[in-house]
């Protein structure tokens, strides 16, 4: 690859707002594409007012940091709140799941990362593909994640790190933990895919295979830009050293025709959709609209 590890092109969203068959062809070859600036700062705005909604909602949706009080995630956004609704549904994100995928997708699952100032913790190296493989018979790795940025990210509060072209490897040699999760008590056992104590995470020796020979990037945009990385991708997150937070709503979007077998989903419904039906896009302004005064 041309480029030293940490410059990677960043794609500037076209006029239309379109995945072209260019940004198809990237992303095949590099697991991602990057989007910079393609919601407006008002469309921020009312995104990130969701997000805080979302954050101080009491919900079994709702994961926290091993401190127990700084909060992590909060899974299933998309069906609990109108906003999120329609960022998960507009033509911008939906468009370049379509063209990535080749076809008609829906929402597999949504979350908000928080990765809050001084304290959201990190993601270790893991591909994403295997928690649904592994947890919920997804049967292909034909989903790619959508990464809104709500905030600003920055090279201090925990870019999403990502090896590019590591995706073409299939599921990577991986560590599987069983073990108890500091913090996490009497937690479920889906909570082990959801904390920084991973279930999954990638093998040290197959991490470093990939990583000296394509490099680490970590996309640094302002809020607004997203970026679209495929389920077998390796990626990680640092923890967030800096005064600000590093807000990210991401939709992973799924082929319809790879939806898993929904009489063996053990897993919530706010972790794995079980409606498979094709997603259906909003108007290009309805965040704009979601976020009018009412
Ligand atoms: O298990 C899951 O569904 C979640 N866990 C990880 C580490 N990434 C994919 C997904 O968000
Ligand atoms: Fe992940």
Redesign the pocket.
């Known amino acids: 690859m041309g480029n030293e590890p940490g410059e990677h092109p960043t794609m500037r969203a076209p006029s239309s707002a379109r995945v072209s068959t260019t940004m198809a062809d990237v992303y095949q070859r590099e697991g991602f594409v990057f989007l910079e600036n393609l919601f407006s700062a008002g469309e921020v705005e009312t995104v990130r007012a969701a997000a805080l909604a979302a954050g101080a909602q009491e919900s079994e949706r709702r994961v926290f940091e091993s401190d127990g009080v700084t909060v992590r995630?909060v899974?299933g956004i998309h069906e609990h709140d109108g906003r999120f609704a329609a960022l998960a549904r507009h033509p911008r994100l939906v468009d370049a799941a379509r063209r990535i995928l080749g076809g008609d997708v829906y929402v597999y699952?949504s979350?908000l990362n928080a990765k809050a100032a001084l304290g959201g913790d990190l993601?270790p190296w893991?591909q994403?593909y295997i928690?649904?493989r592994n947890?919920?018979a997804m049967p292909a790795p034909r989903a790619v994640?959508a990464a809104v940025f709500v905030d600003d990210v920055t090279e201090l509060n925990g870019p999403i790190a990502l090896v590019p072209g590591s995706h073409k490897g299939g599921v990577l040699p991986y560590d599987t933990w069983n073990g108890e999760l500091a913090g996490y008590g009497t937690s479920p056992a889906?909570m082990a895919?959801?904390v920084a104590r991973?279930?999954?995470t990638i093998q040290r020796e197959a991490l470093l295979g990939v990583a000296l020979a394509h490099g680490v990037v970590t996309p640094k945009a302002k809020a607004g830009s997203v970026l679209l990385f495929d389920?077998n991708i390796a990626h990680a997150s640092a923890m967030n050293l800096s005064p600000y937070p590093r807000t990210v709503a991401?939709f992973?979007y799924n082929r319809v025709d790879n939806a898993p077998d929904i009489k063996a989903l053990h897993?919530p419904e706010f972790?794995?959709s079980r409606d498979s039906q094709p997603i259906e896009v909003v108007a290009d302004d309805a965040l704009r609209l979601a976020g009018a005064p009412a």
Do not use: G
């Open positions: 995630s899974y699952q979350k993601w893991h994403d928690f649904w947890e919920d994640t889906w895919n959801l991973l279930k999954y389920c991401l992973t897993r972790l794995v």
